[in-house]
C-alpha cells in the first residue's frame, strides 16, 4: 500500500510539473486521427525549450503525415522520476531524452530499443565516429545522438593578455605557468589570471587531461587494472598544485554554478583565462555579446604543447526510443525528421545555440562550415576540432571519479601549506583505497565498450 500512496503522491506532483512547464507551442490545427507520438524532455535554458517547441510546431504542420508529436518538458530534477512513472503506469511514453553516461544503464536494463531496424543505415553511417561510438553496444545503435559538447576547452581575455605583454593563448603547460605569471604582475588584487574546475567538476571536467597526459583514465579499459601510479597523474597533480601555490587559480568559487558558469567570472573581469566547456560559447554570445570580441577559445595546455590528441570528453544528449512504446516506427519518423534527413533543419539548432555545441551528424558539421553566418570562426574550428576528438565520458562507477577528484582537490587545497611530495603521496594512497571500496562493494564488471554482454 505504502509504494502505491508514494506512487499516486508522485503523479500528482509530475503532473503539475507538466502543466507548469506547458506542452508543445502554440495553437495550431491538429491531424483528426493520426498517432500521438509523446516525448519526454528534460528543461534546459528557455531558447532551447522554445527552440524545441517550435520543431515541434513544424512537424506537426503536416496533416498528411498520420503523426502529431507532443512534448512533456520536465526540470533536471524531475525528469528520471517522470520516465519512471511513465514506465511504471504505461502512460504512453515513446522518445525521451538520454545523456550519454546514462544511456547505457537504460540499454543494460532494457528500457530503450535498437534503432537499426527503424532507421536506414545512411543516418548512422553519416554519423561521425565517436557519435557512433557514443550509442553503439554490441554492435546495435541504441538511440540517435543529436550534439556533442566537449568538455574543457581555454576561454581567454585578448585584452587582458596583451596588457600583460602575451601575444597568444599558452599551449603548453610551461606556457601556461609563463603567462601566468606575466599576468599575475599586471592584474590587480580582486583578479585571477586562471579559471580552474572545482567540486564534482574536478573529476569530470578533467577527464580529457587525464587521458592527454596519461593515456587513460583511473581504471585500464577492462576496468581491472587501477591506472593512479602510471606515469602522468603525478604530473597533472602537480600542475594543480603548482596553480594554487602560486596564486594563479583562485582557491573559492567565483560563480553561483561554478564549472557550469565559470565563464561568467571571466567575461565579469574576475579571471584572465580560464577552463570552461564549450557550452560557455552560448552563454557568452547570449548574456556577454559586447565581449565576444575580447574573448578567445583554443584547446586547453597539454604538457608537451602537442594539442592535437584528445583535451577534452563529450557530453550531451540523444533520443531513444522506450522499449514500452506502442508507436516504434512513428518515433522513429520523428528522430528521422527532427536530426536526420535534411542537413539545413538540423543546423538551425547549432545556429542558435551560436555553435556552442557541436554537431554529431557529417553532413550537418559540413553544411554549417559552408553557411554558417555571424559566426566566430576561430570559436567554431576550435570547438568541433576538439569535440571531434573527444573521448565519450566514461561508463564505471562515479565513485571511482569522485576518488580521482578527491586526489586533485588535495593537493589544491593544501597547495600553500605543505610540500607537494607529502600531499600526493597520501592522497594517492587514499585514492587506491576509495577505490578498492568501490569495488569491493558493487563488482564494476565489464566495460560495455569492449564489445562484452554485461
Known amino acids: 500500500m505504502k509504494k502505491i500512496v508514494s506512487l499516486l503522491l508522485l503523479l500528482s506532483m509530475l503532473t503539475g510539473l507538466v502543466c507548469l512547464a506547458g506542452c508543445s507551442g502554440t495553437q495550431q490545427a491538429v491531424e483528426e486521427g493520426a498517432t500521438v507520438v509523446t516525448l519526454y524532455a528534460q528543461s534546459f535554458e528557455e531558447w532551447i525549450n522554445e527552440y524545441l517547441k517550435k520543431r515541434v510546431d513544424e512537424f506537426n504542420a503536416d496533416l498528411t503525415d498520420g503523426i502529431q508529436l507532443e512534448v512533456k518538458f520536465f526540470p533536471d530534477d524531475a525528469f528520471t522520476d517522470a520516465i519512471k512513472v511513465a514506465r511504471e503506469t504505461k502512460s504512453g511514453l515513446d522518445l525521451y ?9 537504460d540499454v543494460k536494463n532494457g528500457l530503450c530499443l535498437p534503432l537499426d531496424d527503424l ?9 561521425t565516429d ?16 543529436t550534439l556533442t559538447e566537449a568538455s574543457a576547452l581555454l576561454f581567454y581575455r585578448k585584452d587582458l593578455l596583451e596588457a600583460a605583454g602575451v601575444s597568444a593563448a599558452p599551449k603548453s603547460w610551461a606556457e601556461l605557468y609563463d ?6 604582475g599586471s592584474l590587480n588584487a580582486a583578479q585571477y589570471p586562471l579559471g580552474m574546475p572545482t567540486g564534482q567538476a574536478l573529476g569530470w571536467a578533467t577527464w580529457g587531461m587525464q587521458y592527454n597526459t596519461t593515456g587513460g583514465l583511473v581504471l585500464d579499459d577492462t576496468w581491472t587494472q587501477v591506472r593512479i601510479e602510471e606515469p602522468g597523474y603525478r604530473e597533472l597533480a602537480e600542475l594543480f598544485y603548482n596553480l594554487y601555490k602560486n596564486g594563479y587559480a583562485p582557491a573559492q568559487q567565483l560563480t553561483a554554478k561554478g564549472y557550469n558558469d565559470i565563464i561568467d567570472a571571466l567575461c565579469q573581469d574576475k579571471l584572465a ?7 560557455s560559447v552560448a552563454e557568452i554570445m547570449n548574456n556577454y555579446p559586447t565581449m565576444a570580441d575580447k574573448i578567445g577559445v583554443a584547446p586547453i595546455p597539454t604538457i608537451d604543447g602537442d594539442q592535437s590528441g584528445v583535451t577534452a570528453t563529450n557530453g550531451g544528449w540523444t533520443y531513444a526510443i522506450d522499449s514500452g512504446s506502442q508507436h516504434q516506427k ?6 528521422e525528421w527532427m536530426f536526420c534527413e535534411d542537413a539545413a533543419r538540423t543546423a538551425g539548432f547549432f545556429e542558435a545555440a551560436h555553435y556552442s555545441k557541436t554537431p554529431v551528424n557529417k553532413s550537418v558539421q559540413e553544411y554549417i562550415a559552408a553557411n554558417a553566418k555571424d559566426v566566430n570562426t576561430e570559436w567554431l574550428q576550435v570547438v568541433t576540432a576538439v569535440s571531434n576528438t573527444a573521448k565519450p565520458e566514461p561508463l564505471f562507477s562515479w565513485d571511482v571519479t569522485v576518488a580521482v577528484m578527491k586526489l586533485f582537490d588535495t593537493v589544491s587545497t593544501y597547495a600553500t601549506t605543505s610540500d607537494f611530495d607529502t600531499l600526493y603521496d597520501k592522497a594517492v594512497e587514499a585514492c587506491l583505497s576509495d577505490i578498492a571500496s568501490v569495488q569491493a562493494r558493487a563488482p564494476l564488471g565489464e566495460n560495455p565498450r569492449l564489445g562484452g554482454t554485461q
Open 179 to 184: 603567462v601566468c605569471a606575466k599576468l599575475k
Open 97 to 105: 531524452m538520454v545523456s550519454y553516461g546514462n544511456l547505457w544503464s
Open 330 to 335: 512513428e518515433a522513429a519518423r520523428v528522430i
Open 130 to 145: 565517436n557519435a557512433n561510438e557514443l550509442v553503439s553496444y554490441n554492435g546495435k545503435h541504441y538511440a540517435y545522438p
Open 273 to 279: 583565462m580560464t577552463i570552461a566547456g564549450s557550452w
Open 119 to 127: 532507421l536506414d543505415q545512411k543516418y548512422f553511417d553519416d554519423l
